[in-house]
């Protein structure tokens, strides 16, 4: 029995996963990636479900619609692939647009901009006007569950005095 525990004990993966991923070139990167824009992050914004917003101050766009102040969600930890940045310090930085908006992670690319992006075809333009990235979609749905609960067992409650009161 004790080898059978020790042996599912040694089975199991940790919780706490380190990312590894395939190096990419700037040139594969770039084929895969729905934007593609030099910048340095400036606000760091915490969201639900281990993922944070990284807003950056764009100087470059070189694929894609990229605004001037640009969020990227991205997994909160470099153990969960999420983008390590240094705040000031300028990145390239490879998007990708899914169903939560721009995201980005450290295995598609992204990475310091000490050299210039090598894909010989990229334009240089200059980004948007405003800020744009993940929306706030406002309270999840569970929140909105909570808030239903909370106002629903008042109600009861005064219907159910209510009644007694009558009879």
């Known amino acids: 029995m004790g080898a059978v525990v020790s042996g599912v004990v040694l089975a199991t993966p940790d919780r706490a996963c380190a990312c590894s991923c395939a190096r990419v070139t700037d040139a594969e990167a770039y084929a895969r990636a729905d934007a593609v824009f030099t910048g340095r992050p400036a606000l760091r914004e915490s969201e639900n479900g281990g993922s944070v917003t990284l807003v950056f101050e764009v100087s470059a766009v070189h694929k894609g619609q990229v605004a001037r102040r640009q969020g990227v969600r991205t997994a909160s930890s470099g153990a969960g692939c999420g983008l390590e940045v240094a705040m000031g310090r300028e990145y390239l930085v490879f998007v990708t647009r899914d ?23 990229a334009p240089t ?9 993940p929306v706030d979609e406002g309270l999840s749905s ?3 569950v909570m ?3 909370g106002l629903a067992v008042p109600i009861v409650l005064g219907l159910v005095l209510a009644s007694r009161r009558r009879s």
């Open 99 to 121: 169903e939560g908006g721009p995201a980005a992670s450290l295995c598609g690319g992204t990475r310091a901009a000490d050299r210039p992006l090598a894909v010989p075809s």
């Open 125 to 133: 333009g200059t980004p948007l006007a405003g800020r744009a990235g």
């Open 142 to 144: 569970t929140a909105w």
């Open 147 to 149: 808030i239903a609960g």
